[in-house]
């Protein structure tokens, strides 16, 4: 998947809970927070597989970013977790 078309899919997933596969194989579970061009930002949750890496801002911040080139990746995580 090209960096435009992940972008384009995170922004139709911005605010809901996805499963974000990156070219490494690492797995992250939780909500976008955010998306530019470059990087999403993803809430991790811990509940469901995502790593905990913590939260910036004591909980309430905008999780932890994954750049875009970086993704292989990307659906929603209610298809996997219902």
Excluded at 34 to 48: L, S, T
């Amino acid at each position: 998947m090209n960096q435009s078309g992940v972008y384009n899919q995170c922004c139709r997933f911005h605010g809901q809970r996805v499963r974000i596969t990156c070219r490494d194989g690492r797995v992250h579970v939780g909500e976008i927070t955010r998306v530019d061009r470059n990087m999403v930002w993803i809430r991790p949750d811990n509940n469901f597989g995502g790593y905990g890496f913590g939260f910036f801002g004591g909980g309430f911040g905008l999780g932890f970013g994954i750049a875009l080139g970086a993704i292989s990746a990307i659906a929603l995580a209610s298809i996997f977790f219902w």
